[in-house]
């Protein structure tokens, strides 16, 4: 069974860059795909970012697209996710949780999810 830790979040300023990390463990954490999914105050957890288990079939939401890259060092068991260009409506709680098959891009179709770390930037 995998167990997925995130950290890297904090308070950063519109403009400014972040790194999540997704730590995982159990030797089977490099079979799966690993996707980040983020929660804003009162609203629904969304897709973000999503990362095949060798590290390619990489895909984005159009809301990060082009200011954000997921990638992963299956050596580390760890999956990241460089934030770039952050902006206020970026804010949120950032999951990442395993994948059950196929290209998963909701929320259902992951499983094994971290406890979140908190993203918050300000304007």
């Known amino acids: 069974q995998v167990q997925l830790v995130e950290s890297g979040g904090g308070l950063v300023q519109a403009g400014d860059s972040l790194r999540l990390s997704c730590a995982g463990s159990?030797?089977?954490?490099?079979?799966?795909?690993i996707g980040w999914f983020r929660q804003a105050p009162g609203k629904e957890r969304e897709f973000v970012a999503r990362?095949?288990?060798?590290?390619?079939?990489?895909y984005y939401s159009d809301s990060v697209k082009g200011r954000f890259t997921i990638s992963r060092d299956n050596a580390r068991n760890t999956v990241y996710l460089q934030m770039n260009s952050l902006n206020p409506e970026d804010t949120g709680v950032y999951y990442c949780?395993?994948?059950?098959?196929?290209?998963?891009?909701?929320?259902?179709?992951?499983?094994?999810w971290g406890q979140g770390t908190q993203v918050t930037v300000s304007s």
């Open positions: 949780a395993r994948g059950t098959g196929g290209t998963p891009v909701k929320e259902k179709e992951y499983n094994s």
């Open positions: 159990g030797v089977s954490f490099s079979w799966y795909t």
């Open positions: 990362i095949g288990a060798n590290g390619g079939r990489t």
